[in-house]
């Protein structure tokens, strides 16, 4: 048998998937502006007046479609012109993606439509996970952020510690949207017991579902079938490993997953429901977030 899809981006040199970090015990706005804005319908930023949706236009219909229905806004838009305000992780967690497009310093300075085609929506953007104290996961993605991350892939971070900050409007910056922050909550992490990691294909064509049993920082059981060879060799990217067996279980190498992303998680800003999402500022407010705002606290609002 041979791998039939990879699991997505090739993982990196991280040796282990970090499992145990600092619950989220208090939660912060993403930005300084976040309750002001949400409060207000007009709003004028940097000389531009614009209409401001209610709670950043969570769950609010857009113009594009699928199968003829209106796709739903699973985020909240925030920070609109507000080009390198500070964005901050709303809790404590974990990085679990931190990517944007490739951008030479020397490359056009003028901003940029999006080409036809584009695959870079987001531009820069950051995934983080979080555990509560009730033992509950969440994953909060915030996207359009300029170039120069603050986090990479792996760190563990704290409730109001800047993650990055607002990019301006370029297809290779922020995906080629005029500035804003859009942050969006979802409901479990990135890698969970039950979830499928891959197909493996055999050459009479038959199929097997590679799905997590249980997973450790060193160490991933996947539940494979037993007529799968005792010596398995797969690759992801440009890794290969081997698949283990031990005691007629299975087991790949958990630093893997820091390449994996779901399928089935859709790290998306627009979908034909919102079910799995949660209304991020209604979110914070359940958590008490305006009590516990980042450093930035003795700051006025941006207005």
């Excluded at 950051?126 to 991350?149: F, S």
């Excluded at 563990?156 to 409007?169: D, E, F, H, L």
């Excluded at 994996?260 to 999402?277: A, C, E, I, K, N």
Aim: charged share 25%.
């Amino acid at each position: 048998m041979t791998l039939a899809d990879d699991a997505g981006e090739a993982p990196d040199k991280l040796a282990k998937y970090t499992l145990n970090y600092p619950l989220a015990e208090k939660f912060c706005p993403p930005i300084r502006s976040t309750f002001y804005e949400v409060t207000k319908t007009l709003m004028t930023v940097k000389g531009k007046r614009f209409r401001q949706k209610p709670n950043g236009g969570y769950g609010l219909p857009v113009v594009m479609k699928q199968d003829g229905k209106n796709m739903l806004h699973v985020g909240a838009d925030l920070g609109w012109h507000q080009v390198g305000e500070p964005v901050f992780a709303v809790a404590n967690g974990i990085v679990r993606m931190s990517m944007g497009p490739e951008f030479a310093e020397d490359e056009e300075k003028t901003d940029k439509p999006k080409p036809p085609g584009s695959q870079m929506p987001w531009g820069n953007f950051v995934v983080i996970e979080h555990k509560t104290n009730g033992g509950d996961y969440y994953t909060t993605m915030y996207g359009h952020l300029a170039t120069k991350r603050f986090v990479n892939r792996g760190d563990v971070v704290k409730a109001g510690q800047p993650i990055g900050t607002i990019g301006r409007q370029h297809f290779r910056i922020n995906g080629g949207y005029k500035p804003h922050l859009h942050i969006g909550v979802l409901e479990g992490r990135m890698v969970e017991n039950g979830v499928l990691l891959f197909h493996l294909a055999s050459s009479v064509g038959t199929r097997a579902e590679a799905r997590v049993v249980e997973i450790e920082e060193d160490w991933v059981q996947v539940d494979l079938p037993a007529s799968v060879p005792d010596k398995l060799e797969i690759r992801l990217g440009p890794i290969t490993t081997n698949v283990s067996k031990r005691d007629d279980k299975y087991f790949i190498p958990a630093r893997l997953l820091w390449g994996f992303q779901r399928h089935d998680f859709p790290l998306v800003g627009y979908s034909l429901t919102t079910d799995g999402f949660r209304d991020p500022v209604a979110f914070l407010q359940e958590h008490q977030a305006h009590t516990f705002p980042a450093p930035y606290l003795q700051l006025a609002p941006k207005r």
